[in-house]
């Protein structure tokens, strides 16, 4: 069996400092993420963190990922731009899929992968109905019409992200806001979902639907087996083709 090698980077700076966080996720949220993924047998699973040496991304890592996910909040612009360049030429030559999470949203990867700000509303914590809203969709596989997160951070339009090419999940919040909660791009050869909840004073990581979502956004986001080198830039054509 070919596995997917998969990346968790997390920031890790919470789950030090907030005994709040720590009690939700006592060995950090990369941690938890992975093992769920781990009960995926096509699954290999690596964790990165950005005060790991070369900030968890050296080459050898970098090289050796087909779907890298991503979750920081606080520390967004620690994060240097030639490793960020590095993850966004990886992706758009569809050799890495891209899933961030929750705050991802702010991340430079998810800015610069996308061209965007990133920028949404938030507020406090309240109750969310994440609604699946593309039911045929890959990544909503085994997920019901809704699923109800106890307590989420709110995240509510405007959410100003390029048009996604799909929509598969809308968040609602007790307080009325709106999101689009899940999302995918293709940029490149690569392709990217983007999952809203996930903060980090919140127990959404240990949800089965979460977690089978993450399941499925992951297997959607490895990239295909291609035929041919995709080039990082144009090509030249010297000859006809015929």
């Not at 030090?16 to 096509?42: M, N, W």
């Not at 919040?173 to 996930?198: D, L, S, V």
């Amino acid at each position: 069996m070919k596995k997917i090698r998969v990346t968790i980077w997390n920031e890790y700076r919470h789950e030090k400092r907030s005994e709040q966080v720590r009690a939700i996720y006592p060995e950090g949220i990369h941690k938890t993420i992975g093992a769920f993924l781990s009960e995926c047998e096509d699954l290999e699973i690596t964790y990165a963190t950005l005060d790991d040496p070369d900030q968890g991304m050296p080459d050898e890592v970098l090289n050796n990922t087909d779907v890298l996910i991503w979750w920081g909040h606080t520390a967004h612009g620690e994060v240097d731009d030639a490793l960020v360049e590095r993850i966004r030429q990886r992706v758009y030559a569809g050799k890495m899929g891209f899933v961030p999470v929750h705050s991802g949203h702010h991340s430079k990867p998810f800015k610069q992968i996308l061209g965007t700000t990133g920028n949404l509303s938030w507020g406090q914590d309240q109750k969310e109905i994440i609604w699946n809203l593309n039911p045929s969709h890959p990544i909503a596989a085994g997920i019901p019409d809704h699923f109800i997160l106890d307590v989420e951070e709110m995240y509510g339009e405007p959410f100003y992200i390029p048009t996604p090419d799909e929509i598969i999940f809308g968040g609602w919040f007790e307080h009325g806001n709106m999101m689009r909660a899940g999302c995918t791009w293709r940029r490149g050869a690569g392709k990217i979902f983007y999952f809203q909840p996930g903060h980090e004073r919140c127990p959404s990581f240990h949800n089965p639907y979460v977690q089978q979502i993450i399941k499925n956004g992951v297997h959607w986001a490895a990239p295909a087996d291609f035929g041919y080198e995709i080039p990082g830039g144009c090509i030249h054509i010297k000859e006809p083709i015929v």
